[in-house]
Nanobody
């Protein structure tokens, strides 16, 4: 599956933003999906994951209560809704597809190109 992330941009602290990831192919619903992010000079870290049917979601502790992951299998798209954004959320956000909704990067076999989210203070 090929993934294309979009929706990043510049937002003030406390604001909201939704990033999307569109997938090609007819097997989208057979993949679990995840979002990871990488800030300058830091390792890529887990943000959120969602199971194939969307019934299970997982969020990193740092974003719980602020971010929501969802998917629309009819549109082959996964979303990350981000609220109450903080400057430390600034990063390139990557979507990924794999067999399991996992917090581990190695469990994902396909990655999108990333979209930059910048939160100003």
């Amino acid at each position: 599956v090929q993934l294309q992330a979009s929706g990043g941009g510049l937002v003030q602290a406390g604001g909201s933003l939704r990033v999307s990831c569109a997938a090609s192919g007819r097997t989208f619903s057979s993949y679990a999906l995840g979002w990871f992010r990488q800030a300058p000079g830091k390792e890529r870290e887990f943000v959120a994951a969602i199971s194939r049917g969307g019934g299970f979601t997982y969020l990193a502790d740092s974003v719980k209560g602020r971010f929501t992951i969802s998917r629309d299998n009819a549109k082959n798209t996964v979303y990350l809704e981000m609220n109450s954004l903080r400057p430390e959320d600034t990063a390139v956000y990557y979507c990924a597809a794999g067999r399991l909704a996992s917090m581990t990067r190695d469990d994902y076999t396909s990655w999108g190109q990333g979209t930059l989210v910048t939160v100003s203070s």
